[in-house]
């Protein structure tokens, strides 16, 4: 999906000095925030739940929906915080973080980013926090729990879902690179998520729902996937699945 008016809006009206203060005041704690998903229910949905300023301190300066429009818009506002879903547009999450290294490492600004995403797979864990992300947290958490995330964050410390840090910590105390499953590689992101989903027992309905997308694009996937992996139904692909420790 493209909104290049809605993240250029975005990036215009936004400061990009850094020195908003949070409305009634300037006692509180405050950080500026730029979501950055493609699906834009979604994040209407993180504005409303955390971005009432005078209430929780969170002031979201911009939003993107791809990866061009996410570097853009980060760029000319400069938050403290990115709330960075991990598949966009474009290249990715990691595309993301790669194209603002030099933002994260500002030593008198540094952007700090948090991953928010609906995957919990090790592979996608590892992946955005070798690329700088200080954080990664699903979208089932609540919404105290994500603002105070976010402000750890901007405290440079590491967050992390409770089962998340496992896989951080087991990558991070192996020298040895990953084993590269060619299978896998032949999927992208997306099928990746829903060939979990299937094999957790989710019925296409409730994957459409998880995934914001519609059940025909769910069919779409999956039936890409068994071709990929030459399966020939959902059975063999939670077996498969099972096997390599995806589920």
């Not at 760029?75 to 990115?82: G, L, M």
């Not at 020298?175 to 499953?181: K, L, R, S, Y």
Request: charged share 25%; with cysteine; proline share 4%.
């Amino acid at each position: 999906m493209s909104e290049p008016t809605e993240a250029n809006a975005a990036a215009e009206a936004a400061p990009a000095d850094g020195t908003a203060e949070p409305a009634g005041g300037t006692g509180r704690r405050h950080v500026r925030v730029v979501l950055v998903d493609d699906h834009r229910m979604f994040r209407t949905g993180v504005q409303a739940e955390i971005g009432q300023t005078e209430q929780t301190g969170v002031e979201v300066v911009g939003e993107a929906a791809d990866v061009d429009q996410a570097v853009t818009v980060i760029t000319a506002t400069r938050p403290e915080v990115v709330l960075l879903d991990v598949h966009l547009p474009g290249g990715g999450g990691m595309e993301v973080l790669r194209r603002c290294t030099s933002l994260m490492g500002d030593p008198e600004r540094p952007v700090r980013f948090l991953a928010l995403s609906v995957s919990d797979a090790a592979e996608d864990v590892i992946g955005v926090i070798r690329s700088g992300a200080r954080g990664y947290v699903t979208k089932t958490i609540t919404g105290t729990d994500l603002v105070d995330s976010i402000f750890r964050v901007q405290e440079n410390d590491a967050v992390f879902s409770p089962r998340l840090a496992g896989f951080v910590l087991d990558a991070f105390a192996s020298t040895d690179a990953p084993p590269v499953d060619e299978d896998l590689d032949r999927l992208t992101q997306r099928e990746r998520e829903v060939l979990r989903l299937i094999a957790r027992g989710y019925a296409y309905k409730e994957i459409a729902k998880q995934l914001f997308i519609s059940v025909k694009t769910v069919e779409s996937h999956v039936s890409a996937v068994l071709r990929k992996l030459q399966l020939s139904n959902r059975h063999e692909l939670t077996r498969w699945a099972t096997a390599r420790r995806l589920v």
